[in-house]
C-alpha cells in the first residue's frame, strides 16, 4: 500500500470523525428546540409550575445547553449516554435491547437484498437495450416511486388480511423459533428490499454501462475475450468503487426506511423506539437513537469511500 492511499485513506476516515462530531452538535442541538417538555408530558397539564421546576432540576434540564452538551458528549464517548427521563433506566439497556432486533432486520435485509441487486444490475448492464433490460427498468422506477408505507400497507392488505399468510405485526417474543421469526421477518424485509433492491439495481447498472463504454473495453474485445471474461474479470473490477458506492447508499437508505417499516408493523426495534420516544419527549433516548443511525450512515459512506480508493487500479500501482 503506498502512500498515496495511505494518506486518502487517513483523509476520509478524520472525515467521517469531524463530521460525526458536527452532527452529534446538530442532534443535540435540534432536540433541545424541539416543541414541549419532558416534565410537563410525565406530570400532565394539571402540574403546578413549582412541580414542574422541581421535576426539571431533578432532571437536569435546569442546567446550561452547553454543559448538558458537555456532559452527554462525554457519556457518549465512554459509553454512557444517561438515563431515559421516564422510565430512568439506562439508555444503553434501552438501546441495546431494541438494537439486536433491528440488526437481525438490517442484516436479513442485506443478505437479500444485495445479491439479487447486484446480479439484476450486471445482467441490465451486459444485457443493455433489450427486452429483458427495459423490463427491468420500467419495474424499479415504478418500485421507487412508491413510498415504503404504501408498500407496507399493500402487503399487510393482500398477505396478511386476504390471504392471511402472514402476521400483520411483525412481534418478536425471546427464545421464538426459527420459522415463527421468518414469519414475522417476512414482510418487513420484502417491503425495505423492495426499495433498496430498486436503487441498487439503477446504480449499479450505470456504474457498470460507464466502464463498458471506456476505450479500454473495445482493446479487450478486439483482443477476442468472452463477455464473460470481459464483464467480470476488466469491467467490474473497475466498477468496483462507484458499485460500493451504490451499496452503501442503497443500505444508508435502509436507516431511514426502517424507521417507517417498523412504526407499520409495530416491530420493537431501535427506529420505533426513537418514535416513541419522540413522542414523550424522552430526549436522552432520542438523542442516542439518532447518533447510531448518524454513525451506521458514516460508517456505510466511509467504507463504500475505502472500497473505491483501494479498487482505483491508478492509485494501486502509482
Known amino acids: 500500500m503506498n502512500t498515496v492511499i495511505v494518506r486518502l485513506l487517513a ?3 478524520s472525515a467521517a470523525v ?3 462530531l458536527a452532527i452529534s452538535a446538530i442532534v443535540f442541538a435540534i432536540t ?3 416543541p414541549g417538555d419532558a416534565a410537563q408530558s410525565q406530570l400532565g397539564q394539571d402540574a403546578t409550575p413549582e412541580a414542574v421546576a422541581a421535576l426539571r432540576a431533578q432532571m437536569g434540564l435546569d442546567v446550561p445547553a452547553p454543559v448538558r452538551y458537555w456532559h452527554w458528549l ?3 464517548l465512554t459509553g ?3 438515563e431515559s427521563m421516564l422510565t430512568h433506566l439506562s439508555v444503553a439497556s434501552l438501546v441495546g435491547d431494541r438494537l439486536s432486533h433491528s440488526l437481525l432486520l438490517a442484516g436479513i435485509t442485506t443478505l437479500v437484498s444485495v445479491p439479487i441487486a447486484l446480479a439484476l444490475g450486471i445482467l441490465c448492464a451486459v444485457l443493455r437495450g433489450r ?3 427495459r423490463t427491468v427498468s420500467v419495474g424499479v422506477l415504478a418500485v421507487v416511486s412508491v413510498p415504503e408505507f404504501l408498500v407496507a400497507s399493500l402487503a399487510v392488505l393482500l398477505f396478511a388480511v386476504k390471504l392471511q399468510w402472514l402476521p400483520a405485526l411483525a412481534y418478536l417474543d425471546d427464545g421464538a423459533p426459527f420459522g415463527r421469526v421468518l414469519r414475522a421477518l417476512a414482510m418487513p424485509v ?3 428490499c423492495c426499495v433498496i433492491v430498486a436503487q441498487m439495481v439503477r446504480m449499479t447498472r450505470a456504474a457498470l454501462i460507464d466502464q463498458l ?4 473495453i473495445e482493446m479487450v474485445r478486439l483482443k477476442g475475450a468472452t463477455s464473460f471474461r470481459m464483464v467480470m474479470f476488466h469491467a467490474l473490477p473497475n466498477a468496483i468503487g462507484p458499485i460500493a458506492n451504490a451499496v452503501a447508499l442503497s443500505l444508508s437508505y435502509l436507516l431511514g426506511g426502517v424507521i417507517i417499516i417498523e412504526t407499520v408493523f409495530n416491530y420493537p426495534g431501535i427506529a420505533k423506539l426513537m418514535v416513541d420516544s419522540v413522542s414523550q419527549r424522552d430526549m436522552p433516548v432520542v438523542q442516542a437513537c439518532a447518533m447510531i443511525f448518524c454513525f451506521a450512515y458514516l460508517v456505510l459512506v466511509t467504507l463504500a469511500d475505502v472500497c473505491g480508493i483501494l479498487g482505483n487500479p491508478r492509485l494501486r500501482h502509482r
Do not use: E, I, Q
Open 18 to 20: 469531524l463530521s460525526l
Open 32 to 34: 433541545a428546540v424541539l
Open 74 to 76: 462525554t457519556g457518549m
Open 131 to 133: 427486452a429483458f433490460d
Open 190 to 192: 420484502m417491503c425495505l
Open 11 to 13: 483523509r476520509r476516515v
Open 213 to 216: 463504454k471506456a476505450p479500454y
Open 80 to 82: 454512557h449516554a444517561g
